[in-house]
């Protein structure tokens, strides 16, 4: 079946402009994670969600990035008033659940890559 | 603090050669580990995924130990090939979540 999509697949913004990037998980899959991969930080966390819980928002950098998931299913991370050291991939995940004593492979998608000039 | 490291950054070894690349991390809370892969330009693969009840997994050339009293985890592929190059990333999993804690990774090239 399909993996985990992301668009767009290259973003180029003004400092100081809205983003928002999409992500589609897997169908079926409960969980939806979100990631940042930079040159200085590596992969770190942003946020995850797991069905109708409130998302984990503990790795969000500040309140300008935002993130929303309808349905379920698509999830839009939104970064407002972008900054140059918001330049990164962006990395979706999805996994079949986030709770338990198992854990579920997480299935990455391509990643967004994000310039803010 | 990082919480999950790889040692070393790099590594070099002609086709054919095993590899051995080391994972430690330091948080306690960590009982799950998963290993991924990430060709220049791409997303991450899954490689193997390790239980906190499991002690290794294995697919085929690829075998992942967890030793989570000493906080390390080792990925061993055997004979290697130049397709093998690329970014080995390991992600510790704690009990809250299940969100990845990543190390650094390590780069590794095949040389033919």
């Known amino acids: 079946g399909a993996g985990v999509s992301q668009s767009p697949s290259n973003k180029v913004t003004e400092k100081g402009k809205d983003v928002e990037l999409r992500c589609d998980p897997i169908?079926?899959?409960?969980?939806l994670y979100w990631y940042r991969q930079s040159l200085g930080q590596g992969l770190e966390f942003l946020i995850y969600?797991?069905?109708?819980?409130?998302?984990?928002k503990s790795g969000l950098p500040s309140d300008r990035f935002s993130a929303e998931r309808t349905g379920g299913s698509v999830s839009t991370l939104t970064i407002q008033r972008t900054q140059q050291e918001d330049s990164a991939v962006y990395l979706c995940?999805?996994?079949?659940?986030?709770?338990?004593?198992?854990?579920?492979?997480?299935?990455f998608g391509p990643g967004t890559r994000l310039t803010v000039l | 603090k990082q919480e999950v490291t790889q040692i070393p950054a790099a590594l070099s070894v002609p086709e054919g050669e095993n590899l051995v690349l080391n994972c430690s991390f330091t948080?306690?809370?960590?009982?799950?580990l998963q290993w991924f892969r990430q060709d220049p330009g791409k997303g991450l693969t899954s490689l193997l995924l390790?239980?906190?009840?499991?002690r290794e997994q294995t697919s085929g050339r690829l075998n992942a130990s967890l030793d989570k009293s000493s906080g390390r985890s080792t990925l061993y592929i055997a004979a290697s090939q130049p397709g093998d190059s690329a970014t080995y990333l390991c992600?510790?999993?704690?009990?809250?979540?299940?969100?990845?804690?990543f190390g650094g990774g390590t780069r590794v090239l095949v040389k033919p």
């Open positions: 995940a999805s996994s079949l659940r986030a709770s338990g004593a198992l854990t579920d492979t997480q299935y």
């Open positions: 169908s079926g899959h409960t969980a």
């Open positions: 969600f797991q069905g109708n819980s409130a998302p984990d």
């Open positions: 948080d306690s809370a960590i009982y799950n």
């Open positions: 390790i239980q906190s009840s499991q």
């Open positions: 992600a510790g999993i704690k009990a809250a979540g299940n969100k990845l804690t």
